[in-house]
């Protein structure tokens, strides 16, 4: 299948990429930087996976139209859309710039629903479809002077299960994942002391990697979930227990 992965560049979208082109999908690479997404595609292209490196600022309405455009003419319709792009800014709340605030509800909110909406034509008209958001734990317990990035994930919690309502029965899956700390260039981006004081609260004792959580994206787009819809996967080291 065709998968669009969105912030596919570095960290955990890159690694989900990897990982679904191991599975055999072809995937689309998504990134802000076009540079970034091809380091991606040369690593998948290496190890023998096929993939295409697209640019676009998901928050952008006619930057997400032309990507999809792009990415249906020469790879076809994406059947798979992981909404993966994002990124984190740390700030006491009453810190917190207007313009701070609405880019990281541009990109995490704005973009799913974009990205999201281009694709489902396709995977309605087809009658079968996979979308996995990537949320956050702290979406589900929110996070100190992390406010505005926890607010807006938790939002991207609510659109996967209103969502799921609304198109499971016409044969599109979607669900979320949540991961907690991961080792990957957005969490190393945090403070030393948010990064020591969240590590002891893990009962498992440490960050995940990225490619744990390409394994659970994997499941996602995989058979084996077919049950799942509108959930929440947790890859979160025990930082919140369900």
């Known amino acids: 299948m065709i998968a669009l992965v969105t912030g596919a560049g570095s960290g955990i979208g890159a690694a989900i ?21 091809q380091t991606t595609v040369d690593r998948i292209t290496a190890a023998g996976g096929q993939a295409r490196a697209f640019a676009a600022d998901v928050s952008d309405e006619a930057a997400v139209t032309q990507m999809l455009t792009d990415v249906t003419q020469s790879l076809g319709a994406p059947q798979i859309l992981v909404n993966n792009a994002g990124f ?4 006491p709340f009453l ?13 995490h909110v704005r973009g799913t629903f974009l990205v999201t ?15 996995v958001n990537i949320a956050s734990q702290l979406g589900q317990i929110g996070g100190v002077e992390l406010v505005h990035y926890a607010g807006a ?8 299960k209103s969502l799921a309502r609304e198109m499971s029965a016409k044969g599109v899956r ?3 994942v949540a991961p907690g700390p991961i080792n990957t260039p957005l969490v190393e981006a945090l403070s030393e002391d948010w990064k020591t004081a969240k590590r002891a609260e893990l009962p498992l004792g440490r960050f995940g990697e990225a490619s744990e959580i390409g394994g659970v994206v994997s499941f996602l787009c995989s058979d084996d979930a077919a049950l799942f819809v509108g959930q929440t ?7 919140v227990m369900l």
Not at 117 to 131: E, K, N, S, T, W
Not at 233 to 239: A, E, K, T, V
């Open 95 to 107: 810190e917190i710039a207007t313009a701070d605030f609405d880019r990281i509800f541009a990109v």
């Open 174 to 176: 979607i669900n979320a």
């Open 153 to 160: 994930k938790a939002a991207i919690i609510g659109m996967t």
């Open 117 to 131: 909406r281009a694709c489902l034509p396709a995977m309605l008209d087809a009658g079968h479809g996979i979308v």
């Open 17 to 37: 990429a990897e990982r679904l082109a191991q599975d055999g999908h072809t995937v689309a690479v998504n990134d802000l930087s076009l540079g970034h997404a």
């Open 88 to 91: 984190a800014h740390q700030a």
């Open 233 to 239: 996967l947790g890859p979160n080291s025990g930082d």
